[in-house]
């Protein structure tokens, strides 16, 4: 029992040494409380490392888009918007094969060469030059048809040159003309028309004058809307002089 006893002595001495004094205890935590940073002056010397961290680092806090304001954007120039018309050609050509076939639309910013057949609209900055078939309407600097089949209206910013053989199901709208096949539908051509011998037309022609070869057939009216004078004028004119 001696060595039981000796041993709960040893071990009761041993946990007193561990365990601190209550004043001890006491101490240490009134030098802690009096140590402890306030919570305000913690956050500012906070929120200034965090700015400055920002700063050298470049990065933006992101803004919610509800606190965001509205952004202003600026109407754009008349002479930033670009149109169709503002566009320059290219010299590029563009050439479709006999053996091409394309459903659906074409453009192109330079000319292009219809050999093949396209089932779509067909528009070209530059020359637009068909000997194959186009289903759909089409645009161009100029156009230049031969052999072709065309079921669409036509419309150049310069002249119209229709070869013989070509069958064009659709209106004309030129600056000038020079047809030799046949065309069903009207003309509007604010410059010179001139029908070949082996012209056919049936539909109206408005221009500011016809030239009209001997074989040509049409079958509509014939108007010179377009011309310096104007009859009607010229006879009301005539009428106030009686």
């Known amino acids: 029992m001696g060595f039981f006893s000796d041993l ?9 040494e561990l365990m601190p004094e209550e004043g001890s205890t006491e101490e240490v935590k009134q030098e802690a409380l009096q140590e402890e940073i306030p919570v305000n002056e913690e956050r500012e010397d906070l929120n200034v490392d965090l700015s400055q ?11 919610t888009e509800e606190l965001q304001d509205p952004v202003y954007v600026a109407p754009m120039a008349a002479a930033e918007i670009k149109t169709p018309s503002s566009r320059r050609s290219s010299d590029e050509v563009s050439v479709l094969t006999e053996s091409m076939i394309i459903n659906g639309n074409m453009a192109t910013e330079g000319s292009l060469d219809v050999r093949g057949s396209i089932v779509g609209n067909v528009e070209a900055l530059g020359k637009l030059n068909v000997t194959g078939a ?14 072709a089949k065309i079921t669409g209206d036509l419309r150049s910013e310069g002249s119209i040159k229709v070869g013989q053989s070509t069958v064009i199901i659709g209106n004309v709208f030129a600056t000038s003309a020079v047809i030799a096949g046949a065309i069903k539908g009207d003309i509007d051509v604010r410059g010179p028309v001139i029908l070949d011998a082996s012209a056919i037309v049936m539909g109206n022609i408005k221009s500011k004058s016809v030239q009209i070869n001997n074989g040509a057939v049409i079958e509509g009216m014939c108007s010179q809307c377009y011309a310096e004078v104007n009859p009607t004028s010229f006879f009301d004119e005539l009428k106030k002089m009686k």
């Open 8 to 16: 709960k002595d040893d071990l009761s001495q041993a946990v007193n």
């Open 134 to 147: 186009i289903q759909g309407n089409s645009q161009a600097a100029e156009i230049y048809a031969e052999n």
């Open 53 to 63: 961290m920002l700063d050298q680092m470049n990065v933006e806090i992101p803004v």
